[in-house]
């Protein structure tokens, strides 16, 4: 019998991050309590793990509407490679984001130059608005 229905967006192994392996312990220990726990990851990424592949999809995947969970959980690391991806996610879909980092500007602060990056190239190729770059750029 299902306790509670959880979907859960995080990076799993084999992405080699220390979020992902906590991830893995976490999910093991809710679904011995009898939890369904749905799981998203990346698009980039293989999205299979070693206990729960036939419920591990990717963002692209992500339909709440189909299912109800109780609670969608964001994992949410510093490391943009594991987590660029499930923070737009998480801007644009809300719930509870779990925040294994003390601190995350540089995380932003990263957004920001690739945003400003953008713009100077635009201008540097004389095409496009770089207004319009900017806020396709900015979370």
């Known amino acids: 019998m299902i306790q509670h229905r ?3 967006i995080t990076p799993l192994p084999p992405q080699k991050t220390g979020i992902g392996d906590y991830a893995a312990g976490l999910l093991r220990g809710l679904q011995d309590f009898g939890d369904e726990i749905v799981v998203f990851t990346q698009n ?3 999205k299979t793990w070693d206990r729960s592949a036939e419920l591990t ?5 992500f339909e709440p509407a189909g299912w109800k969970p109780e609670q969608v959980i964001y994992q949410i690391g510093n490391n943009r490679e594991y987590h660029d991806e499930i923070t737009l996610h998480f801007l644009k879909h809300g719930g509870v984001a779990h925040l294994h980092d003390y601190s995350l500007h540089h995380y932003r602060a990263f957004q920001v130059c690739k945003s400003l990056h953008s713009r100077k190239v635009s201008k540097k190729n004389g095409g496009g608005n770089p207004a319009a770059v900017s806020r396709s750029h900015t979370v």
Do not use: G, I, Y
């Not at 999809?57 to 995947?61: A, G, I, R, S, V």
């Open 44 to 46: 980039r990424f293989d």
């Open 57 to 61: 999809f990717t963002l692209d995947e």
């Open 6 to 8: 959880f979907a859960m």
